[in-house]
């Protein structure tokens, strides 16, 4: 069975500063890993995936991930957050074409002036 | 091109009753599947349909059930409500559930609260 776990349930943060959001997932099958963002009273947007290929995936809004298989991580990453940043984060993982996803427990990022 | 549309936005109900929550798929997508998102949790999958047909279900009881229409919009009904039934739920479209590169595009969801 795939698990995710993201290690920071809130990150407050500055403006302009970098953020880094931790994701770690388990399975014993390869998977494909999935960053969302939900907004106050929205659902939820793709911020970036990574499926195959180049480790370093580059998402929207300046948002970059990179998947590191031999810790089993997948971390989001931003150089200099701004205030419109602030949301909730989900870190997600699908075992096959089609599947469910399954999600992490969120991690609030709070970006203050 | 519209999005996934979810109807109601906000919904009350009393434990005990039953519950029918609307999905409208984005145009081109047959393949719709629900979550449940308790608050401060993340999306649950309860569920998802492929042209008409249950395809994956998620550990949820009987009581979940859906539907998938020929124009690929879709209910869910929750019958016998209990308190922890209140949640978010999401519906989600995809193009085609046979590619991997299938991205998911979320509605705003339905908050359903159980009192």
């Known amino acids: 069975a795939q698990s995710v776990t993201q290690l920071d349930s809130q990150v407050p943060v500055f403006e302009e500063a970098p953020v880094e959001l931790r994701c770690n997932y388990s399975s014993s099958v390869s998977v494909y890993l999935f960053w969302y963002v939900q907004y106050p009273n929205q659902g939820l947007q793709l911020l970036l995936k990574y499926l195959s290929g180049s480790t370093l995936v580059k998402g929207i809004n300046g948002f970059e991930a990179e998947f590191n298989k031999s810790q089993t991580s997948f971390h989001l990453r931003k150089p200099s957050v701004h205030i419109s940043d602030t949301a909730e984060y989900f870190c997600a993982v699908r075992r096959n074409q089609g599947g469910k996803l399954i999600f992490g427990q969120g991690t609030e990022l709070s970006v203050k002036p | 091109e519209t999005g996934v549309t979810q109807s109601p936005t906000h919904l009350i109900k009393t434990r005990g009753q039953q519950v029918t929550l609307r999905c409208s798929s984005q145009s081109g997508h047959n393949t719709v599947s629900w979550y449940q998102q308790a608050l401060g949790q993340g999306p649950q999958f309860i569920f998802q349909?492929?042209?008409?047909?249950?395809?994956g279900r998620g550990n949820f009881p009987p009581r979940f059930s859906g539907l998938q229409f020929p124009n690929y919009s879709s209910e869910l009904n929750v019958n016998a409500l209990e308190l922890d039934d209140s949640a978010l739920y999401l519906c989600?479209?995809?193009?085609?559930?046979?590619?991997?590169?299938?991205?998911?595009?979320f509605g705003n969801g339905t908050r359903l609260t159980v009192t």
């Open positions: 989600a479209s995809s193009p085609d559930t046979s590619s991997y590169n299938s991205p998911l595009h």
């Open positions: 349909y492929y042209r008409e047909e249950e395809n």
